[in-house]
T-cell receptor
Framework: SQELEQSPQSLIVQEGKNLTINCTSSKTLYGLYWYKQKYGEGLIFLMMLQKGGEEKSHEKITAKLDEKKQQSSLHITASQPSHAGIYLCGAAPKTAGQNFVFGPGTRLSVLP | DTEVTQTPKHLVMGMTNKKSLKCEQHMGHRAMYWYKQKAKKPPELMFV???????INESVPSRFSPECPNSSLLNLHLHALQPEDSALYLC???????????FGPGTRLTVL
């Protein structure tokens, strides 16, 4: 079965600093999702990457998928307290009917 | 509109109670999901409904009983729960042919 690892497990940064979160898959990914979750709340879809080498940006968040489609990084530029939360990567199933596997999450705190 | 709603937001119940969680979406999505999330853990899949029929049951105990009365509504009926069932219960939905899941805000369940 597919497994995802994330690093770091948790991260505390000063406001304004850049940071990177990594997600590594045990198998080649069909697609990779990034979600953000505030404590005790639902998951907010950030972006999905499907092609090797693909890079997407939304506001100050950039996600990349490596050429081999086994590793993804999420980069936040000039972090703000609003970026705080848990970032989860998820492996997109190859077919729509298959299960969705999440990584363990990275807890981000941004100090004002 | 990419909103999935869940009610109630919080629920406290005794082990002998019967309660239900509700999830609703009006995006025309024909796949709906129940996930369970314990503290500091990623969401774990419980059930998947496709076209109002149960397609996946991840060996969930029978004290959890899902129901999909129509294409917009998904219920989770709870009976004789245990304290270890206390968790955040997340609902998600997906459009047919897409693998992107949209999550609701969750119901925080506490079993006393």
């Amino acid at each position: 079965s597919q497994e995802l690892e994330q690093s770091p497990q948790s991260l505390i940064v000063q406001e304004g600093k850049n940071l990177t979160i990594n997600c590594t898959s045990s198998k080649t990914l069909y697609g990779l999702y990034w979600y953000k979750q505030k404590y005790g709340e639902g998951l907010i879809f950030l972006m999905m990457l499907q092609k090797g080498g693909e890079e997407k940006s939304h506001e100050k968040i950039t996600a990349k998928l490596d050429e081999k489609k086994q590793q993804s990084s999420l980069h936040i530029t000039a972090s703000q307290p609003s970026h705080a939360g848990i970032y989860l990567c998820g492996a997109a199933p190859k077919t729509a009917g298959q299960n969705f596997v999440f990584g363990p999450g990275t807890r981000l705190s941004v100090l004002p | 509109d990419t909103e999935v709603t869940q009610t109630p937001k919080h629920l406290v119940m005794g082990m002998t109670n019967k309660k239900s969680l509700k999830c609703e979406q009006h995006m025309g999505h024909r796949a709906m999901y129940w996930y369970k999330q314990k503290a500091k853990k990623p969401p774990e899949l419980m059930f998947v409904y496709s076209y109002e029929k149960l397609s996946i049951n991840e060996s969930v105990p029978s004290r959890f009983s899902p129901e999909c009365p129509n294409s917009s509504l998904l219920n989770l009926h709870l009976h004789a729960l245990q304290p270890e069932d206390s968790a955040l219960y997340l609902c998600a939905s997906r459009h047919t042919g897409s693998v992107t899941q949209y999550f609701g805000p969750g119901t925080r369940l506490t079993v006393l």
